[in-house]
């Protein structure tokens, strides 16, 4: 893996404007599922509230924003290379649409087999897809991929991925915009 490449729809630079709350959770906090839940929670609380301020309903907002940003945390902390620095969160609400962005570096290795999952995922229908990994898991064989299909299907949230490589590592950008109903 020798040059950037990206999978799905990246947000654009003004969708993480000035306004952005940025957040960087360096392994020295030793980085673990409560602090998925505990950062997810406080973006759905911040955002959710704001979209209620912005005509929006507050608890699905907060809902769905806390559900994305566990999902792509939980997989930003669960793939990282240890070593290798901060994950790092950055969200705003821009005209009814929440953006997140998650970074984080990750073995070229896993950045590989992740790239074949995106691959499948970026170029077939996401509810055929997200039926396929259900029963799959079902009967105990490989369902990955499951949240980020959720995430598309149930949630209608467009996604994006950047791959760029970084001496042996490889940093993964994961874009989520999500329209606020």
Not at 11 to 19: E, I, K, V, Y
Not at 27 to 48: D, K, V
Not at 132 to 151: K, P
Request: with cysteine.
């Amino acid at each position: 893996m020798a040059m950037t490449t990206n999978y799905g729809e990246l947000l654009p630079d003004a969708a993480l404007d000035s306004s952005a709350t940025r957040i960087a959770l360096d392994e020295g906090l030793a980085l673990s599922w409560s602090h998925c839940g505990a950062t997810a929670e406080f973006l759905g609380e911040i955002y959710g509230n704001l979209a209620g301020l912005a005509g929006f309903d507050r608890n699905d907002a907060r809902h769905s924003i806390n559900y994305l940003a566990n999902e792509l945390f939980e997989n930003a902390v669960k793939f990282r290379l240890a070593g290798a620095g901060a994950i790092t969160l950055e969200a705003a609400l821009v005209e009814g649409v929440f953006n997140l962005r998650i970074s984080n570096l990750a073995a070229a290795a896993h950045a590989e087999r992740f790239q074949g999952l995106l691959t499948e995922i970026t170029s077939r229908d996401s509810g055929d897809l997200l039926l396929e990994r259900i029963e799959a898991n079902a009967l105990g064989q490989d369902g990955s991929g499951l949240g980020i299909l959720t995430m598309m299907n149930d949630y209608g949230a467009k996604m994006g991925w950047r791959f760029e490589p970084e001496g042996e590592a490889v940093r993964i950008e994961t874009h989520v915009a999500l329209a606020l109903a």
